[in-house]
Structures are given as C-alpha cells and as structure tokens.
C-alpha cells in the first residue's frame, strides 16, 4: 500500500483533497435539486401525505399573474444588475494605484462587501424614506417633490436593484483587483511602445487577461441577481400589492408563508427559476468558448 501511495501520490493527492468538497456539494446542491423537480409533480404541504398531479403545478403557473410580475421583475434584476460588472471593474481601475490613502479608498470601497444584506436592505429603507431619508433631502434642495420610492409600484424595484448594486460592485471590484494583480505587465510596456493607450489599452492589451475574472463576475452576478430575496424580503415584503416580487420571494410565499404551504408549486417556481439560470449561464459559457476558439 505504501509503495502505490508513493506512486502514485500526486495523482491521488488532488482526488483526496477535492472529495470532501465535491461530498458536501452532492449533498446539499444535486441531490436537493432533483428532489426539488420530483417534489413539483406533487400537491404537498410539506407534512402530510404527498399527492402526484403531474404538470399541474406548472399549468398553474401559466395563468399566475404573480408569478409573470415576478419573472418581468427578474428580468429587469438580470438587465440592470449586470452594470456591476463595468463598475466594478472601473472602481478596480482606479483603486489599483499607487497613490497616497489609496489603501483608505479600498477600505471604503470594501466595505459594503463585508456587511449582510439585511443591514443594506435596512440602510437603503431609510435613505429612500420620504419623510427623513436623504434622497428625499436632496430631491428637496433641487426643489423637487418628495418621492416614496418603495411604495410606488413603478419605481421599487428600480430601488431595490440599486441597493443590491452596492455591495454586488463590491464584489466584482474584488475579483478584478485581484485579477489586474495577475495582468503581464511586460505585455502593458510593449502596448505603450506602440503608442496604445487609454482605452484602446484597456480593451486590446487588459481585458484580455481579465476574461477569467470577468466570467467569475458574470456567473455570481447571474446568480445574484435571479435569486434575489433578502432585500426584496427587508425593503419591501414583495409590496406595494406584489409589484416587487421576484420568482425566490414568490417561491418562498407560496412554499413556506402563512398563506401558502404549497410545497409542489413552490418547488415548481423554483425549478423554472433554476432553468432561467441555466440557460443563462449555459448561453454565456458558449459565447466564451466560440470566443476562445476565435483565438
């Protein structure tokens, strides 16, 4: 045994490490998901006895106009939350200098990564609030009416998304940072030569080597943004009258809510949700791979 170890100890070195890891996520993520799509076949409360109803939970869901508001709101949530990938890449930019106090700029700029959701959603209710928030303060010195943004039915969502953008900049200014770290710097000197800079620079010679942390940033901002519920659950509730649903807080209303208990059909708004994402992402990984065999 002790000679098939030293072996073969660097192959099976890498297997070892990663079992426990790849364990816990067959465990808790494939397993759960699959339970997931057996579970939406079926008219279940969760305690009592399970009754099969084939497709009916997703021929429900075809006539649920809560359920079409929650998935325009997620597409919305798609849309606009990707603007913090380019912000955080340009926070990145400018904080990756050597220049005096730049180390208390990243620690501001750090910070809404570090605190909860919760305490955003909480920050943000008060900063939209229309009796003493500061964005009312400031409509107020423009001479502009007070606006209740999270009891207006066409602006709440806007206003929760940007309160998600804030500490999901942050995160992608993380991963960009640590990419612009790994950029060849020999490659940036031999551009200037040929007089490429500002832009072209960036867009020719940076990005480039910044694919890998902008596909970490694709995924998780993907994935951020369909399965936002925390703020949806702090700010609003899913209010005004459900206008600021999205299909997880819908999930969780009708699966786990006081008026709900219907754990086939939140499972099946979770299996529809977990397809947009898939087909998402899966799209994404197909336009990098015909990139790099464009290269």
Known sequence: MRDYWRINQQRLAPVLFLMPGLLMFVVYVIVPIFQSVDVSFYAWDGLGEKEYVGIANYVELMDDEAFYTSLKNNVIWLVLYMLAIPAGLFVALFLNQNVRGIRIYKSL?????????????????????????????????????????????????????????????????????????AVDSEQIEAARLDNAKGLKLLWYIILPQLRPATFIAMVVTIIGALRSFDLVSIMTNGGPWGSSRVLAFYMYEQAFSEYGFRMGYGAAIAVVLLAIMMIYIAAFLYKMYRDERGH
């Open 109 to 181: 700029f750090f910070f809404p990564f570090v605190i909860s959701q919760v305490v955003v959603g909480l920050v943000f209710s008060w900063f939209y609030d229309p009796s003493y928030g500061l964005f009312n303060k400031v409509l107020g010195f423009f001479g502009a009416d007070p606006m209740a943004i999270l009891a207006d039915e066409d602006w709440v969502t806007y206003g929760i998304i940007i309160a998600g953008l804030w500490p999901q900049t942050a995160y992608c200014m993380i991963l960009y940072l640590t990419g612009l770290n």
